[in-house]
């Protein structure tokens, strides 16, 4: 058996599923840089299918999973685990890159690069469906995005559109931020504001930037007003 097909039967063994045809798991796998411009014969078309499988799996397992969530929540969700970065980290984790096919152009870095690992895991996706039918490729995005979609890897919303909302729903002013300090080097510089709303006390954050203090800042008051961010079904 040839290095590559190895690493393909590795590959199959991790993601728990066995093509019936090699051929499509191949070309999911296969860089347009591989293939001499010739597009047809990359990863591309199937790509393109694995995202809007992708799309409606997740859209499906986030309908089920919260089912008091409104529209612009089960969106930002959406949003949140079919963005390339999140099909990045899924191909990571099922170790992708040593089975990729690149040319010479992309041999160097192309295994690490986030948008060819997205694009592949997507193409994966893709393949499945064609090879087995969406009940299968159901069960393979379930498999590697179900936690992620019970715990998400990172706020849904950032702490200044939170606290805004939060002040909004109780019929107050919008938070006023306030530059109070700015310390450190001209190239290196540190800020400290603070965000007052209503009648509460102001809260004090710190960053290398105005925007990031007033993060922290909206972020401090959240936390002292026990708001807690969205993530939990």
Same mark, same amino acid.
């Given at each position: ?6 690493? &393909? ?11 019936? #045809? ?8 296969? *860089?347009?840089?591989?293939? +001499?411009? /010739?597009?047809?014969?990359?990863? /591309? ?5 694995? #995202? ?27 949003? #949140? ?38 694009? =592949?895991?997507?193409?994966?996706i893709g393949a499945v469906y064609l090879d087995s039918g969406y009940e299968q490729a159901a069960g393979f995005v379930e498999r590697f995005w *179900? ?11 950032? +702490?200044?559109?939170?606290? &805004?909302? %939060?002040?909004?729903?109780?019929? %107050? ?12 080097p001209h190239h290196s510089p540190k800020f400290r504001v603070s965000v007052e709303v209503a009648a509460r006390e102001p809260a004090e954050g ?6 990031? =203090?007033? /993060? ?15 993530? &939990?079904?």
């Open positions: 058996m040839s290095r590559k097909a190895k690493d &393909q039967v590795a590959l199959e063994e991790r993601i728990g599923y066995r093509f019936a #045809d090699k051929t499509l798991l191949e070309r999911a796998l296969t *860089h347009v840089s591989a293939v +001499s411009g /010739q597009r047809n014969g990359s990863y /591309q078309r199937l790509e393109f299918l694995g #995202d809007h499988v992708l799309g409606l799996v997740v859209s499906d397992m986030l309908y089920r999973a919260f089912p008091h969530a409104d529209e612009g929540e089960l969106s930002r969700r959406l949003a #949140d685990l079919v963005r390339s970065e999140t099909c990045a980290e899924v191909a990571r984790e099922i170790e992708v890159g040593p089975s990729l096919i690149l040319g010479p152009s992309e041999r160097g870095s192309g295994r690490q690069r986030t948008a060819i690992l997205s694009d =592949a895991c997507e193409a994966l *179900h936690e992620r979609m019970i715990t998400p890897r990172r706020p849904l919303r950032d +702490s200044k559109t939170l606290l &805004q909302e %939060w002040a909004q729903g109780k019929g %107050w002013p919008a938070p006023v931020y306030r530059e109070l300090e700015r310390t450190g710190l960053g290398p930037s105005k925007r990031a =203090a007033e /993060q922290a800042a909206a972020a401090a008051m959240l936390a002292r007003e026990g708001i807690e961010a969205e993530g &939990q079904p």
